[in-house]
């Protein structure tokens, strides 16, 4: 049987929600074959302050004692350079997640993206410890601007060539992108400059959807949305290249089955926490890259975020076996069910934790 | 208070079901201002033979006394030249829809639009006889060829133009048209060709839609799948030009509110049925087009179709007044709910009827 050492595997984009759904998903992180997991701040409200941030990852270690918790805050007008100097001090947060207002689930307290100057004194503390800048590339929906759920990501990136120039030793990360005109735009930046500090994740689901995936199947709805195949190529071919900016943040965002079941007002998000590194490994199965994969669930995520090994709770490594691994219909309890993606079907591949 | 004279109008693409399903909906041809209705043949198996089709067609005027019913034929392999010339004969059909297999409900028998020519002999008796041939203009989805639900319509016009090339007496309808590209082909063979036979027809809930109204809304979903905003502008500058190959065809498809609210599986329709005409009068009300409407919902169409007022059961006229006009949640009963277009939305017109 193959067997592929995977080392200390990192999921650098990861919702778990608060209360009975954050008992439900946390878990999930270890089970799908993740050691590291950059968590998502977008609580309600959003997560803002030192104190929220620990005791948000207190509640989520005491679920998932083996899990390597790394911390964000919501980037908004109530930071100051400040706060983020002293959080940085005090190792709480790893980076500042950036959401543009409304583009998606709790995004409501976000930013214009036409306007990040009034944030650069942040940036530029951000800058000096060290932390990572995390972007929801989109543009907000416009009918004035023709910006609409399959151009949204292509009209945010002069808004990310513009940061990283302004800042060009801040660490940013266009967040689970979706287009060619992404994945193009950051090996451009790469070769332009050699020292750039952009890089991109991509998610699981990102590497199988396109939009035919989601017409008529809200299970697959997703901010930003899968888009067209030539697309779907290009983040297979950048998340199977081994290039160290391009690596993995699954984005899994769990939702109760009655929010993706509904005529209107869907929720945007795809599941696929309790299966992460398997998803992905069936698609370096089917690309022939298996021996890039480590770069991309492990290796490129932890250099980018510069994590040692003091960094990790958890020495265990995850190993990749090829061994039917049945999707379950419904990860839950009689009262929440998450709906994982491809649920009922069988993956190729399934994951052990080795000591 | 402003009136409008719509005269006898028409919606040239109608499905009613059948079952429990047509006993809620054809009622509601007339409510929505429609006197003219042209029948989809996508029954479950299709209608495909005289009986049926005279069976349908006696079933739905006893449910609306008041409406002219257009019937048609499903086109399939089970078709012949001789059945058509006997359908025609006896009035029994004005037209035959195809659909290619796989793009929408019920379209499972349908054909292969890459290959039309083992139905050349239909169309020739089609044409002799002076019948429409109704189009669902779109390619089916192919992983291979890249075809997806945003491109399915575009790739499609090539066939449309072939079709009206070999058949110039053939009058043929690019159904519920969805893109610029669409109706940029329409315009451009009447402008090569002033005895074009082709026309397009557009949809209510076109004029209102884009992909963002769908993405997380599965009510809005339907096929063809609504585009871009470019796309909606030129749809609305075309259904409200009055250029006379552009008319009315609802494509109201009504599907129990449990097909819709699902997390997978979405049937594709949105029912517009019982507010036809006074949705597609918001819009030539916003566009400052309303001199036209009668053009649209009414002229153009019965003209393509060359029909006399012999062939209009009822003499009664419709007369558009402004007047809040709430659509309501749920069109149905206990055990049948429909979501309308557009539901709990106050429109600014309502329609009369005069006889």
Redesign the interface.
């Known amino acids: 049987m193959a067997e592929i050492e995977l080392g200390i595997t990192a999921d650098m984009h990861v919702h778990l929600r608060d209360g009975k759904m954050m008992e439900l998903v946390a878990p999930t992180v270890r089970e799908g074959g993740v050691s590291i997991a950059y968590i998502m701040p977008n609580l309600v409200p959003p997560v803002t302050t030192i104190d929220r941030v620990v005791e948000y990852k207190k509640l989520l270690q005491a679920l998932a004692p083996k899990t390597t918790f790394l911390m964000s805050f919501y980037l908004c007008k109530e930071l100051t350079p400040e706060l983020i100097n002293e959080a940085a001090k005090l190792g709480a947060i790893q980076g500042v997640k950036c959401y543009p207002a409304g583009v998606t689930t709790n995004s409501a307290a976000g930013v214009d993206p036409n306007d990040f100057s009034s944030f650069y004194g942040i940036f530029k503390a951000m800058e000096e410890n060290n932390l990572v800048l995390n972007l929801h590339g989109e543009r907000p929906?416009s009918?004035d601007e023709?910006i609409?759920?399959?151009n949204a990501e292509p009209k945010f990136l002069p808004a990310l060539i513009k940061l990283s120039q302004d800042f060009p030793n801040l660490k940013i990360i266009l967040e689970h992108c979706t287009t060619k005109a992404a994945i193009d735009t950051v090996r451009s930046l790469h070769k332009e400059n050699p020292n750039c500090k952009v890089a991109a994740t991509i998610t699981a689901h990102h590497l199988y959807l396109?939009?035919?995936s989601?017409?008529?199947?809200?299970?697959n709805?997703c901010k930003p949305?899968a888009k067209?195949?030539?697309d779907l190529r290009a983040l297979v071919d950048a998340a199977t290249s081994g290039e160290p900016y391009f690596f993995f943040g699954s984005d899994s965002a769990p939702h109760p089955?009655e929010s993706?079941?509904?005529?209107?007002?869907?929720?945007?998000g795809v599941f696929t926490q309790s299966h992460a590194i398997a998803y992905v490994a069936e698609i370096f199965h089917a690309a022939g890259k298996l021996e890039n994969i480590k770069k991309f669930v492990s290796d490129n995520g932890v250099a980018f975020y510069g994590l040692s090994s003091d960094d990790v709770i958890s020495k265990d490594t995850v190993v990749l076996v090829e061994r039917e691994n049945y999707v379950p219909e419904i990860i839950g309890n009689d009262t929440l069910k998450v709906?994982p993606f491809r649920a009922g079907e069988k993956l190729r591949y399934a994951v052990e934790w080795r000591s």
Not at 214 to 219: F, Q, R, T
Not at 260 to 268: E, I, N, S, Y
């Open positions: 929906p009918k023709d609409h759920v399959l396109t939009i035919d989601w017409a008529g199947n809200p299970i709805f949305v067209l195949p030539e089955i993706k079941a509904r005529h209107v007002g869907v929720c945007a709906v």
